[in-house]
């Protein structure tokens, strides 16, 4: 192959020189042993979320152990783990930083992630986080008894959800319900939970859609124009 291959690169630098003279160009040749392939280096660059500095409130407690995290606030509080990609720091000022411990494809996904992850954690435990949702339709109805939610969305029986620890659920005018805790991953598990019984459909918008939630409408077969 390799033979083969250096005869064929010979032969066409010889036409090349053959040209060139009848041309008046002059070309010159190129041993194959001298031909080479330049390599050229990619480095990632940082993630654009990962590198922004975490603000711990004051009311937030702090606890770093090894590649495990916990938090401390007036609301709860938070532990994660964090692999071996990435690790957590924290300033003199108090300022808590997400960095890359080496430099691999999967240090890049997980950079970003864990401090989206860990600034949840944060505010969480602070601030609190909160998700809205309404029920649509005639007869759709939510009360709370005990620590349960009891949903009325036209099924033969009402639908009973147990309200988890540290997950608080509200009830306005039976069709408003706010899920708000500091845990995020829990409140938006939950509220998915609730949604996932009756989603919204497209022709009349009937079912459980979050507050912020636009519902792309269909035209019925009633409503077409002949």
Known sequence: ??????SSFQTSNLRSVFLGERN??????????????????????????GKQPIQVPSTVTITLEGQ??????????LSQSYPREVKVERDESGILRVSKAMETRRANQMHGLFRTLTDN??????KGFEKKLQLI??????????????LNLGFSHPVRMAIPDGIKVKVEDNT???????????????????RRWRPPEPYKGKGVKYADEI????????????
């Not at 070309?27 to 654009?48: A, M, N, P, Q, Y």
């Not at 954690?121 to 602070?126: D, Q, R």
């Not at 899920?179 to 939970?193: E, L, M, P, T, W």
């Open 121 to 126: 954690m944060v505010v969480g435990v602070s």
């Open 24 to 49: 008046g160009i002059c070309i010159s040749s190129v041993h194959l042993d001298r031909v080479g392939f330049l390599r050229k280096t990619v480095v990632c660059k940082e993630s654009r979320i």
């Open 1 to 6: 192959m390799a033979s083969s291959l250096t």
């Open 176 to 194: 408003r319900i706010t899920v708000s805790g500091y845990d995020k991953c829990a409140i938006g598990q939950f509220a998915a939970s609730i």
């Open 68 to 77: 495990g995290l916990k938090v401390k606030g007036p609301l709860g509080e």
């Open 215 to 226: 519902v792309r409408r269909k035209e019925g077969k009633a409503g077409k124009k002949k």
């Open 137 to 150: 339709g005639v007869g759709y109805r939510a009360t709370l008894e005990g620590k349960d939610l009891v």
